[in-house]
């Protein structure tokens, strides 16, 4: 089994920046695809962001594409959500998510492509 635990979100004004970090353990962590997911009050999970197993693909929607990158550093078995440009409709809470299926880039974006998921940090970027 995967743990995986998010922080980093916060309270922050329209324009300014929040780097999230997720850790993972209880598995080989290199060979999984890992993505960020937000939720609003009362709606589904919406992707944001993925990366694939070997780091070297990346897959945005594309309502943050130029403003945040998603990335990963396997010796610390952590992914990262660096959001610059916030807006206040960025509101949110976060959740980090891994699978260790080999996806397909296509398929970051799945929600049920993923099999572990961390308890979330709320985001909020006030005008």
């Known amino acids: 089994q995967v743990q995986l635990v998010e922080s980093g979100g916060g309270l922050v004004q329209a324009g300014g920046s929040l780097r999230l970090s997720c850790a993972a353990s209880?598995?080989?962590?290199?060979?999984?695809?890992m993505g960020w997911f937000r939720q609003y009050p009362g709606k589904a999970r919406d992707f944001v962001a993925g990366?694939?197993?070997?780091?070297?693909?990346?897959y945005y929607t594309d309502s943050v594409k130029g403003r945040f990158t998603i990335s990963r550093d396997d010796a610390k078995n952590t992914v990262y959500l660096q959001m610059n440009s916030l807006k206040p409709e960025d509101t949110a809470v976060y959740y980090c998510?891994?699978?260790?299926?080999?996806?397909?880039?296509?398929?970051?974006?799945?929600?049920?492509?993923?099999?572990?998921w961390g308890q979330g940090t709320q985001v909020t970027v006030s005008s």
């Open positions: 998510a891994a699978t260790s299926r080999r996806l397909p880039n296509g398929d970051l974006e799945k929600r049920g492509a993923y099999d572990y």
């Open positions: 990366i694939n197993w070997n780091g070297g693909d990346t």
């Open positions: 209880g598995r080989t962590f290199s060979s999984y695809a």
